[in-house]
């Protein structure tokens, strides 16, 4: 384990300060999420567990928060000019919603193989989307060019301050309304989430271990941590759509090196068995990225014995067809 070193503010890309301005400036758009728990998963993991429920979150994921956040901020002329977003599908709809709801117009490129539950969504909330092939085609140069040919203000999902602090939002209800913690455990993208996470714990409980969690074949974080520089990958083939990153941001990852005590992964067959839990026992559906926080904790990959230990379920944005095929266990 990496012990979190001691950085100034000054020196991170966003302040707790930052996150609780983002909480005021988001109040009123966004749900305070539920935090959830289970005697079962106590008992399965010797814990006392607390789930913020992200899937409860308006359009069914955390981004909107720091969707929301981000565009709230735009001058007239941006406002008046739109949008434009990349993202799998949650970044997407959040985008798109927040703009509906600001009256700013808004351009999505997403995925060919996005779930189609995700791009209709998208589509629903008023925003243009533009498809591409994720594999082949960088959508970091694809939407930089849109951006700059349309006039738009680009958001990126995760690499850009107003949006770690919007997503920060969701760790400072949980700790706000489970009391304080001994652990608290991350889904890991690209790290907008992580990031204000980490910052929003470490000043409401300072002496807190924090946990990423990533997809075991997409794990450019845990590299990058190890090593100190952002490691670049290939798309990685996981049924965690949302965590398909190939690096982690250059504002995210000096957060997450400075903040974070380790970054673990888990593997898609683990991130389903933690969807048939919470399907099962929660009666609650989340999707496969929306586990991998909650997939480390249950198959023992973190120590919580006697702990009181908090984990974001990121979102629940799943076609249902593959829902149902991923909790009889047919992953693929």
């Given at each position: ?160 301050p107003h949006v770690m602090a919007g997503q920060g939002t969701a760790t400072k209800e ?119 926080a909650a997939a480390a904790v249950f198959q023992g990959k973190i120590d919580v014995r ?27």
């Open positions: 384990m990496t012990t979190p070193t001691q950085a100034t503010s000054s020196s991170l890309a966003i302040t707790y300060g930052d996150v609780v301005a983002a909480h005021d400036r988001i109040r009123e758009a966004a749900h305070r999420t539920p935090v959830l728990t289970s005697r079962t998963a106590d008992a399965m993991t010797g814990a006392s567990l607390f789930f913020k429920a992200e899937n409860f979150q308006r359009m069914g994921a955390f981004k909107f928060r720091g969707a929301y956040n981000a565009i709230s901020q735009f001058t007239a002329a941006q406002r008046r000019a739109g949008v434009l977003a990349f993202s799998s599908g949650n970044h997407a709809q959040a985008i798109a919603l927040s703009a509906r709801e600001l009256g700013v117009p808004a351009v999505i490129l997403m995925p060919q193989d996005a779930p189609q539950v995700k791009v209709e969504a998208t589509r629903g909330y008023g925003a243009e989307v533009i498809l591409y092939d994720r594999y082949t085609e960088d959508r970091e140069a694809l939407a930089r060019r849109l951006a700059t040919e349309r006039g738009m203000t680009l958001i990126p999902p995760y690499d850009h949980l700790i706000e309304d489970a009391g304080e913690l001994d652990i608290l455990v991350v889904c890991l993208g690209g790290g907008g989430l992580l990031s204000g996470s980490a910052v929003a714990a470490r000043a409401l409980n300072p002496n807190i271990e924090i946990y990423g969690v990533e997809p075991e074949a997409g794990n450019d974080g845990q590299q990058s941590f190890r090593t100190g520089e952002i490691v670049h990958i290939d798309t990685p083939r996981t049924i965690a759509d949302g965590a398909q990153t190939q690096h982690l941001g250059n504002q995210t990852f000096p957060v997450i090196r400075a903040l974070v005590d380790d970054i673990l992964t888990v593997t898609d067959d683990e991130l389903v068995q933690a969807m048939q839990f919470f399907a099962s026992r929660m009666k609650i559906v989340v999707e496969p990225t929306g586990c991998l006697g702990k009181r230990v908090g984990i974001l379920l990121s979102g629940g944005n799943v076609d249902l067809a593959r829902f149902a095929k991923l909790t009889l266990g047919e992953v693929a």
